[in-house]
């Protein structure tokens, strides 16, 4: 349950917005009245980086005020002052009632990105293990292995878990895992959904089977499994604590729809003990308590000392609160259905047409809000070019091999994917 924090950190100010039609969860117009977005397009990228609801936009107002008119006192009192009035742990709290598992186990960061780079830096190879991954990884998933494999050692190897839709299945891809995996497999490292072919992957299931080889590991030799699981929260049902992964990194701007440069990376009851902090944080005390007295901080490494610091963009990483409290009051469920019911109908028109080959697989439980297709005899980049001149707002993956993307949203009606399907049809 999400503690009542309408006025998290205290702040006596207004809300600065202008005013909507009262919220209605149950509701889909009213859902969609909370967004600023301009009516007069088809906003189908929504996987990308959201526009903020009302009570979202609400709460950053109210915080940014409150900075505006007395920075120290707002900062001192709502971040140093006494433990409990910490508002990043109300965060934590809210990001916990979502992912399940414990609000002590969140560490608060900008973006995905920056979350995976905290856990692959943290986590120290020996020179002889590697990170399993794949070749469907996002670019900056991808060189955040690099990067910290470069510093530390340890090699990465990149399997391909599918050529296309027709190859996707669980026990295909667990079987292709499984005889990837070797002794010397240190970390797997998955992406929920794939940002370039929609390919939504049974991040449960994979999990089932790292629990499996490790009963047979010692614990320096344990697979540590890691997940790139941006696209897939805010859009899936499953909670991030039943996956059956070590650490999970998403950014909070794209399906929870929470204020730009938040993020949140969750691990497993006692994961944190293997990470060694990149960035000094500032929502500890031990850390800094350590550095004052002259000596190393005491105890395992906790979330909160990868967390971050110095100063943030408090006003958004606060009003992270009323992200997680917006997509709790429509429902997990709802939302999930509602995404799979408007990327099912968008993929089944684009099914129809000739020249459309689709990379993502049509049932939904292999795909999430991401819609991928090639257009024979056309260059992504145009079809994206020619939907916007229909104010149609689509996007070209910068993947190796681009497609044109598609996200429908909660944000998006069964009207925008008719408008869609209407203009692809003028592609033949
Ligand atoms: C699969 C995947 N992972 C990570 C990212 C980066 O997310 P962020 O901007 O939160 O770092 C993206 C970008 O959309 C992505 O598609």
Not at 23 to 28: A, K, Q, S
Not at 144 to 169: C, E, F, H, N, T
């Amino acid at each position: 349950m999400i503690a009542s924090l309408a006025n998290a950190g205290g702040a006596a100010v207004p809300a600065q917005d202008e005013t909507v039609a009262a919220f209605d969860p149950g509701d889909w117009a009213s859902v969609q009245a909370q967004f600023k977005l301009s009516p007069e397009l088809v906003h189908i990228s929504n996987f990308f980086l959201a526009s903020n609801p009302k009570p979202v936009r609400d709460a950053m107002a109210r915080h940014r005020q409150a900075f505006d008119e007395n920075p120290y006192t707002y900062l001192e009192d709502n971040m140093f002052a006494k433990p409990e009035d910490m508002v990043w742990r109300k965060v934590c709290e809210a990001a916990a009632a979502y992912t399940g598992g414990r609000a002590e186990d969140i560490a608060l960061t900008t973006s995905t990105t920056q979350g995976l780079a905290m856990v692959y830096n943290g986590l120290k190879l020996a020179p002889e293990q590697e990170i399993l991954t794949t070749s469907h990884e996002w670019y900056t998933h991808d060189e955040a292995m690099r990067l910290a494999v470069a510093k530390w050692g340890g090699s990465i190897r990149r399997i391909d878990l599918y050529q296309g839709p027709q190859d996707v299945s669980v026990e295909a891809i667990v079987a292709r895992i499984e005889a990837a995996i070797r002794p010397s497999t240190r970390i797997l490292a998955m992406t929920w959904v794939h940002s370039g072919t929609g390919v939504r992957l049974p991040v449960k299931e994979i999990g089932d089977l790292v629990a499996r080889l490790n009963r047979d590991r010692t614990e320096a030799q344990r697979i540590i499994y890691v997940i790139d699981g941006v696209h897939g929260f805010g859009c899936s049902e499953a909670q991030v604590a039943s996956l059956g992964c070590d650490f999970f990194s998403a950014g909070t701007h794209k399906w929870i729809l929470g204020p730009h440069g938040t993020g949140v990376v969750w691990a497993r009851e006692g994961q944190w003990a293997h990470i060694i902090p990149t960035i000094p944080t500032i929502m500890a005390a031990e850390p800094a308590n350590a550095w004052r007295q002259e000596r190393a901080p005491q105890g395992d490494t906790q979330a909160a000392w990868v967390s971050p610091g110095g100063f943030l963009a408090f006003e958004n990483q606060w009003a992270l609160i009323e992200a997680f409290q917006f997509v709790e009051k429509i429902g997990r469920k709802r939302i999930a259905d509602r995404v799979a019911e408007l990327n099912g109908q968008l993929k089944e028109g684009l099914a129809k047409l000739p020249n459309v080959y689709l990379h993502t697989p049509q049932a939904a439980q292999f795909s999430a809000g991401i819609v991928c297709c090639d257009v024979k005899g056309w260059a992504p980049k145009d079809v994206v070019a020619k939907l916007k001149a229909q104010n149609i707002i689509a996007s070209a993956t910068p993947y190796r091999h681009s497609t044109v993307r598609f996200s429908a949203g909660i944000v998006n009606t069964s009207q925008d994917i008719d408008k869609t399907l209407q203009a692809m049809r003028t592609f033949a």
